[in-house]
């Protein structure tokens, strides 16, 4: 199983970025999926995370800015990012709980990241 995430890229505050966390391999299903930043020197954070009900949950500092989604058919979530700040400036990784089989136990699979640099 590998996540790829990708979407990242340099935006001016207050545009928008769209990320996109795609599962590819043997899955037979996936829980839940959240989206994590790290800051230059600061300590990993949770953004938002999307249950496999569709289910969404966000931190203080995305709500009303982030929407996250996914497409359970593409095995993909979604992290729609708008009115980005300078403080939002940050490495993305997405975490997902997969289980290969019916009768395997989810297991956690990280994506490899992807900057996100929003200039003043």
């Known amino acids: 199983v590998q996540l790829q995430a990708s979407g990242g890229g340099l935006v001016q505050a207050g545009g928008s970025l769209s990320l996109s966390c795609a599962a590819s391999g043997i899955i037979y299903s996936i829980d839940t999926v959240t989206w994590y930043r790290q800051a230059p020197e600061k300590p990993r954070e949770l953004v938002a995370a999307i249950t496999s009900g569709g289910i969404a949950n966000y931190a203080d500092t995305g709500k009303g800015r982030f929407t996250i989604s996914r497409d359970n058919a593409k095995n993909t979530v979604y992290l729609q990012m708008n009115s980005l700040m300078p403080e939002d400036t940050a490495v993305y990784y997405c975490?997902?709980?997969?289980?290969?089989?019916?009768?395997?136990?989810?297991?956690?699979?990280w994506g490899q990241g992807t900057l996100v640099t929003v200039s003043s």
């Open positions: 975490n997902a709980r997969i289980r290969t089989t019916y009768y395997s136990t989810f297991t956690n699979y």
